[in-house]
């Protein structure tokens, strides 16, 4: 006899049944064992052609209707079980007991999920998001907090796109933290192909891929809003890094705050596009990023020990810079990058000397090299 996991897993399955089609489907034949009794025929053809019960409106197409025929066949969900479990992914219902919990507040969750490795723990989870084309300010600063928050047992949660995405997921596996991210299509499909590494480095460190689509689905642009959700879902605080006036991180920001989620933003120029939406929501209300420190401790309530040892270690970092010249040039860096030459021409040096002190700073952590010749501070 067929399980109601099983059954769940048949009717989401079905590529081009969405969400909405699917809640109109539930509402018509109001309990999901309907559709695989011995009236399921019967049943899926008044779903397409109208019934009583909707009114005499069919609420999904003929094609619908065929793809779910085939779909709830027992047969077919064997094959794509099966199937599933040799790539490595796993698909939880929402009566599932591992099924994520936070996204029980959406007024649309996901009726079932596709999991490759884990799915978030109870533990506290902090949504980091931003622009794909970020500044070197903005990733500095996202390298910074992702890393800091992941030490302090923090999972990350993100989108996985390019930028922002992509840099708060690394750091904080760099800084040996778990992060999750919420693919716009399949968990099977890797996007962007650019983060195929960070993709596979996820799921090596304990970490996990989550979707609501089925494996295979393309990632498609209309797809992207809906996933945003997930992701507010699943962050117990989401933080802006960078984000431009009609960025679609907002529609993340618009998901939290509609589920009383603390949104923080993260200041920046007011000349600098990348910071227009950060300013913007600042000024709206939400919370102004200032230390990883702070984030920390509105998530667990603790950051005195971690914050004691990064203070400790910049301390004596400091101490190291006995040569006036070094210290003059670390003062000509700024977030945004700059030059050797423009770095030379403030700090009043020669361009032989900066070239041979930038290279001490580098090495010693006080300074990147973001492209040949430019550099930012850290």
Known sequence: MMTREEMWFGLCSCQGIYRTDIERILKAVEDISNLYGKNKSRVISELAQGSKRTNGQGVITIEQAQELRKRTEQDEISRLMELNEKRGIRFLSMDAADYPKRLLVLKDAP???????????????????????????????????????AKGQVQIISGMALGIDAVCSRSALAAGGKTFVVLG?????????????????????????????PPGTPSLAW?????????????????????RKQSGTLTTVGYA????????ALPGRVTDPLSESCNLLIREGA?????????????????????????????????????????????ALDWDARSLEEIAQKAQMKAEETASLITYLVLDGWAKEVSPGYYVKT
């Open 257 to 264: 705050l509609d589920m009383g989620k603390d949104v923080y």
């Open 185 to 213: 299509g399949g968990v099977d499909v890797i996007y962007p192909k650019e983060n195929t590494d960070l993709y596979y480095e996820i799921l090596m460190k304990g970490g996990g891929v989550l979707s609501e689509y």
């Open 111 to 149: 009726y079932g999920i596709y999991v490759k490795g884990a799915v978030p723990s109870d533990g506290p989870t902090c949504g980091m998001v931003g622009a794909r084309g970020c500044s070197a300010y903005g990733r500095s600063m996202s390298e910074k907090f992702a890393a800091y928050l």
């Open 223 to 243: 797809q992207f809003p809906h996933r945003n959700r997930l992701i507010a879902a699943l962050s117990d605080l989401l933080l802006v890094m960078e984000a």
């Open 287 to 331: 919370g102004m990023l200032s230390s990883p420190e702070e984030v920390l401790s509105l998530l667990t309530g603790r950051s005195d020990e971690i914050s004691k040892e990064g203070k400790s270690s910049r301390e004596s970092q400091k101490a190291e810079f006995s040569d006036p010249k070094a210290e003059s040039l670390y003062a």
